[in-house]
């Protein structure tokens, strides 16, 4: 059984910063690629960000880039999402997901495992 526990999540101004972590146990972490996923209110859940095996390659969605950094520690079987100059429209629950893949991947069916979800906030 695969557990992911994502943290981090908060109300914050616009311009201000987060960081989400999402904890991983029960599976071999660092064979697989990982990915970061939001739903807001009323919207399908959307690709945010992925990065495959060993942290050399990553993929963003347009809306974020240059805005937020994937990372992972696989001495931690952590995976990371730093999230900058945050707007309003970023406001969603964020979820990470582990990847049947080792190469980052968007499609959500791609995804096998998920965590509970964060909420994040940015208020105006």
């Known amino acids: 059984q695969v557990q992911l526990v994502e943290s981090g999540g908060g109300l914050v101004q616009a311009g201000g910063s987060l960081r989400l972590s999402c904890a991983a146990s029960g599976r071999t972490f660092s064979r697989y690629a990982m990915g970061w996923f939001r739903q807001a209110p009323g919207k399908e859940r959307e690709f945010v960000a992925g990065i495959d095996w060993n942290g050399g390659s990553t993929l963003y969605q347009d809306s974020v880039k240059g805005r937020f950094t994937i990372s992972r520690d696989n001495a931690k079987n952590t995976v990371y999402l730093q999230m900058n100059s945050l707007k309003p429209e970023d406001t969603a629950v964020y979820y990470c997901?582990?990847?049947?893949?080792?190469?980052?991947?968007?499609?959500?069916?791609?995804?096998?495992?998920w965590g509970q979800g964060t909420q994040v906030t940015v208020s105006s």
């Open positions: 997901a582990s990847s049947q893949t080792i190469v980052a991947v968007t499609s959500r069916n791609r995804y096998v495992f």
